[in-house]
């Protein structure tokens, strides 16, 4: 059975203090990797696709990365906007569903 | 260019009630997929419909069920309402295939 576990469940940073999120993963043939942030009370907003291990995406501040069992979530100087909930999800090659993680709640504080 | 729109935005039902909610996926896309989000939890997969056909189902019982229209608008039904379907519900469009799915708002359901 497909799982996903991300670690840790929260993290709180100082503006411009690095750090990375973990998101674990089991699945039997791996169509995809995707990283969502979801703000409270909205939907989750897509930010990466990664298919294959040692592939790496970035968009400003964030960078993710992949490896055959897990993938990181690098977040470079964080400002207080990037507080949120950040999601990992892994899609199978086996169907369309995405199996998501709990997530993990990210404070920056100024 | 408008992304996914779910409504409604909240509902509140009672035990045993019968509810609709529906979505209106992207410009462009013709892939719909349903999930639950119970409050601190990650979004779990109920189904996705493609062509008006459901595609895949997750591990939801019967009294969930959903509809593709020819404009790949869908609904999501939910029959004889239990307490533990309180949750966000949340609809997601897509293109075929590994293409992400992009997320609407969500329907925040409370069952009284």
């Known amino acids: 059975e497909d799982q996903v576990t991300q670690s840790p469940e929260a993290l709180r940073l100082q503006e411009g203090e690095s750090s990375s999120l973990n998101c674990s993963y089991t699945?039997?043939?791996?169509?995809?990797l995707f990283w969502y942030r979801q703000d409270p009370g909205k939907g989750p907003e897509f930010l990466f696709t990664l298919y294959s291990a040692g592939e790496e995406k970035e968009k400003e501040r964030l960078k993710a990365t992949l490896t055959k069992k897990e993938s990181f979530l690098h977040i470079t100087a964080p400002k207080p906007e990037d507080s949120a909930t950040y999601l990992c999800a892994v899609q199978a090659n086996s169907g369309y569903a995405l199996n998501f993680g709990k997530g993990t709640s990210l404070l920056v504080t100024p | 260019d408008a992304g996914v729109t779910q409504s409604p935005t909240h509902l509140i039902k009672t035990r045993g009630q019968q509810v609709t909610l529906r979505c209106s996926p992207k410009?462009?896309?013709?892939?719909v997929s349903w999930y639950q989000q119970a409050l601190g939890q990650g979004p779990q997969f109920i189904f996705q419909y493609y062509e008006e056909e459901e595609r895949q189902r997750g591990n939801f019982p019967d009294r969930f069920s959903g509809h593709q229209f020819p404009n790949y608008s869908s609904e999501l039904n939910v029959n004889a309402l239990l307490l533990g379907d309180s949750a966000l519900y949340l609809c997601?469009?897509?293109?075929?295939?590994?293409?992400?799915?992009?997320f609407g708002d969500g329907t925040r359901l409370s069952i009284l």
């Open positions: 997601a469009s897509s293109l075929p295939g590994d293409q992400p799915q992009h």
């Open positions: 410009s462009g896309h013709d892939t």
């Open positions: 699945v039997s043939g791996l169509r995809g």
